[in-house]
Each structure stands twice: as structure tokens, then as C-alpha cells.
């Protein structure tokens, strides 16, 4: 029985799964911490939720960015 | 087990022919139709925000209630008072973006214009020129170079590193990440629904493994809610990046 073969598309989708670890565990903690700023001091809840979508976009730009590679090695 | 499940090659769930004008630069397919009804419901919120009733009603609220959220939310949470100028670009920047979106769980036409390349990168280039114009005007031409290359407090031993570093990451990285944000968004949002929605079609037969048919159901379902938050998030982190970039350019902090 195999469980797995290693294919071009099977290596990328792996190659990727690898790829997308650091954005989770990067937006993971920068949502988190910006939770507990909220909640310290709501009042200034509004700049720390825009700085957190900033953060957030450039985290995630990482995993996107293995994205388009995964879709670039399929062609 | 074999669920006889074909998933349609990537390029036949973003490509759609050409009915109109074919041979030609400027041949029509539903990708370009979608432009065309996202600028029109673009200038239709401008048009109907303009009417300036004393108590708004409809589309006029709607589009007060927008403005309001363009101003407050991305505006003044990232430029400040002095960007408020800007706030017109970013309505616009923002309506379109997100109607060229959310086209993508619109029943019959479920296709985000968004998920082929040419409107992000055109956006982003479009932002790029914006952004460095900007800087341009405000600190001439020189003066806009050395305010976005040479970063306040850094030892001159340093600047060799600094400067390139820089350089790539102010004019090559902020519009390349700003195109690929949303172009990867949105295609993955769109081949998530793909998938799940062909799943649902496999298992619609007689079959016994016909009971997981719940199972990718409830993720279309699930997956086209979240597509509307992805859709309205996306528009949202652009128009705040174009604020952001526009606001580093022409800033004179340092």
C-alpha cells in the first residue's frame, strides 16, 4: 500500500505546508499580544487594531508569497 | 476507495473566453465585465453619497457611513488629520477593490476580478506611482530620495547597507507584496470554494459514501461567509498600506 508518493505537486503542497509554519505562528502571537494590549487599555483600542492589520499583512505576505511559488512550480 | 473526483485544471477556474472584440487588445470576457460593474458601483456610491440630504436615507447613508469609515478608520488611524486630502483616492481605491471582491460569492457570477494577476499588479503599480509622486512634490525630487533611502540616526559606516536595503525594500518590495496580498488571497478563497463545491458535486450520487456529503456542504457554506470577511479584510489592508505608503513619502518627521 503507499501512503504517499513523492510528486512534483506533492513536494510543492509539502514545500508550502513548511512555508506557511512561521506566517502562523507569526500572526498567531502578534494577535495575541495585540488582544492584550486592547484589553489593558481599550482607549486606545483603534490604533493598536490598525498597526495589528499592518503587522498582519506583512506576516502573511510570507505565507501568500510560498503561495504563488507553490502555483510556479506546478507550471 | 475511488470517488471518481476530476478537479478541473487551475486554469480553466480563472480563465474565460473571449466573446467580444476577439484579436484584439481590448477583447471582453466576464473578468473585464466585472471591472467594468465594479467602477460603475464605484461611481454610483459617489454619485448617490453626493446628495446631500440633511437626514440620509439608502445609498446616501451608505455611502456617509463608508466615508466616515474611510476617514476615521484608515485616515486618521494612519495619516492623520493632514492626510484627509487623500480620503477621496482611498474610497475610491477601497469601493473598487472590494465590489471587484466580493464578485466572487455573488451567485452566477462567483469569479473575484482580483484572482488574475493583471488588476493587482495594475493597483499596485498604480499605488506605487501615487506614493512616490507624493514624496516627489513634497520634498523634491532629491530630497525625496534621501528622505526614503537614508533613514534619521544611522552612522555613516553604515549607509552602504543601509541604502540598498532600503532602496529594495521602499521601491521593489511594498508594491510587489502589495499585488501578491491580494492576488493570493483571493485566488486561494476562490479555489477553496472550487474544491469544496466539486467535492459536494462528487459525492451527490447513490453511492454509500454519499452521507459525507454534509461534510463539504457546510464548507461552502462556511467558507462563502468567510470569503465575505476575506473580501471586505483585503480592500480594507490595501487602502490602509496605499494610506501608509503615502503617508511615509510625504512625512516630515525626520
Redesign the interface.
Given at each position: 500500500m503507499i501512503l504517499a508518493e513523492i510528486t512534483d505537486t506533492g513536494l510543492a503542497a509539502l514545500t508550502y505546508g513548511i512555508g506557511a509554519l512561521g506566517p502562523g505562528i507569526g500572526i498567531g502571537y502578534l494577535v495575541g499580544q495585540a488582544v492584550q494590549a486592547m484589553a489593558r487599555q481599550p482607549e486606545a483600542a483603534g490604533m493598536v487594531r490598525t498597526t495589528m492589520f499592518l503587522g498582519i499583512a506583512f506576516v502573511e505576505a510570507l505565507a501568500l508569497i510560498g503561495f504563488v511559488v507553490f502555483f510556479l512550480g506546478q507550471a | 476507495m475511488i470517488l471518481g473526483l476530476e478537479f478541473p485544471p487551475?486554469s480553466h477556474i480563472v480563465d474565460w473566453p473571449v466573446f467580444l472584440f476577439e484579436d484584439t487588445a481590448f477583447g471582453i470576457n466576464k473578468v473585464v465585465l466585472i471591472y467594468f460593474a465594479a467602477a460603475i458601483l464605484t461611481m454610483l456610491i459617489f454619485v448617490l453619497g453626493n446628495q446631500r440630504k440633511l437626514v440620509p436615507t439608502g445609498a446616501q447613508n451608505l455611502a456617509e457611513s463608508s466615508v466616515n469609515f474611510i476617514e476615521e478608520?484608515?485616515v486618521m488611524?494612519?495619516m492623520g488629520p493632514r492626510g484627509l486630502k487623500w480620503a477621496p483616492m482611498l474610497t475610491a481605491l477601497f469601493f473598487f477593490i472590494f465590489f471587484c471582491n466580493i464578485f466572487e460569492i455573488i451567485p452566477a457570477v462567483q469569479m473575484p476580478a482580483t484572482a488574475r494577476i493583471a488588476l493587482p499588479m495594475f493597483l499596485a503599480i498604480f499605488v506605487w506611482f501615487v506614493f512616490n509622486i507624493a514624496g516627489m512634490i513634497e520634498h523634491g525630487p532629491i530630497g525625496y530620495l534621501k528622505h526614503s533611502l537614508i533613514p534619521p540616526g544611522v552612522p555613516a559606516g553604515l549607509l552602504p547597507i543601509i541604502v540598498p536595503i532600503e532602496f529594495v525594500s521602499n521601491f521593489l518590495v511594498r508594491p510587489f507584496?502589495l499585488m501578491?496580498?491580494l492576488?493570493?488571497?483571493l485566488?486561494?478563497g476562490h479555489i477553496l470554494l472550487v474544491t469544496f463545491a466539486v467535492l459536494t458535486a462528487a459525492l451527490w450520487t447513490t453511492k454509500w459514501y454519499a452521507v459525507f456529503l454534509p461534510l463539504p456542504l457546510f464548507a461552502v457554506i462556511f467558507f462563502t461567509a468567510f470569503e465575505i470577511l476575506v473580501s471586505f479584510?483585503q480592500a480594507?489592508?490595501f487602502t490602509?498600506?496605499a494610506a501608509?505608503y503615502i503617508d511615509s513619502a510625504t512625512s516630515h518627521e525626520h
Open positions: - | 487551475l478608520g484608515i488611524q494612519s507584496s501578491v496580498r492576488f493570493a488571497n485566488l486561494a479584510l480594507y489592508v490602509l498600506l501608509v
